[in-house]
């Protein structure tokens, strides 16, 4: 359920401006303000992707090797049942309509990706009237429990949403300090 970053990955990111120096823990990096999954430090095997981010006169395009070795889970992968487990309790403590709408969504497809839990969760945002910052502190709180179990990121397939798909791999750290 998980993939490796090696020293030998070479990824992109893109940035309107400087990195700061020293990039610190989990959650304290977003590449913009509301990611597709949650805070991170996103980096793409796509130049022309990476460069799409660092647009203006301001923007850097980085290359990215890992020092070390790096557990990132697989978004392609089925829901861990720790997160199913996570949606659950929050609905029976809250029974609020959008996390009622996750947990049918996880009865429903009980094998169902991250990806598409996470996909879901924006879908059902606008239909429920969650505004898209509770969404993004909801990821947060999921990518927490696989922070936990040691995981130090996700990895997924880009350009997926994209009007003009051009696929590529996406590697997002939560630690990239």
């Known amino acids: 359920t998980s993939g490796y970053a090696s020293p030998k990955t070479k990824m992109y990111h893109g940035a309107k401006g400087e990195i700061p120096e020293k990039l610190v823990g ?4 977003s590449s913009h303000r509301y990611s ?3 805070d991170g430090f996103y980096t793409t095997s796509r130049t022309a992707t ?14 990215v ?13 089925p829901v861990p049942p720790s997160i199913k487990q996570a949606i659950k309790k ?12 996750l947990v049918l969504f996880l009865e429903e497809n009980p094998k169902a990706s991250l990806v ?11 239909y429920e009237r969650v ?25 997924h397939k880009g350009g997926v ?17």
Not at 90 to 101: A, C, I, P, V
């Open 36 to 38: 597709a999954y949650g």
């Open 116 to 126: 598409e839990l996470y996909d879901e969760m924006r879908n059902l945002s606008s």
């Open 65 to 77: 090797t890992p020092k070390k070795e790096a557990k990132l889970f697989d978004m392609e992968q």
């Open 131 to 155: 505004p898209i910052w509770e969404v993004h502190e909801y990821f947060h709180d999921l990518n927490s429990i696989l922070y936990k179990s040691g995981y130090q990121g996700l990895r």
């Open 26 to 29: 989990f959650g304290d990096y």
């Open 161 to 177: 949403l994209s009007s003009r798909p051009k696929k590529h791999e996406v590697n997002i750290y939560w630690n990239p300090g």
């Open 90 to 101: 929050s609905y029976e403590r809250l029974e609020s309509g959008y996390d009622e709408g």
């Open 50 to 63: 990476a460069k799409g981010y660092a647009r203006g006169k301001e923007g850097k395009l980085y290359e």
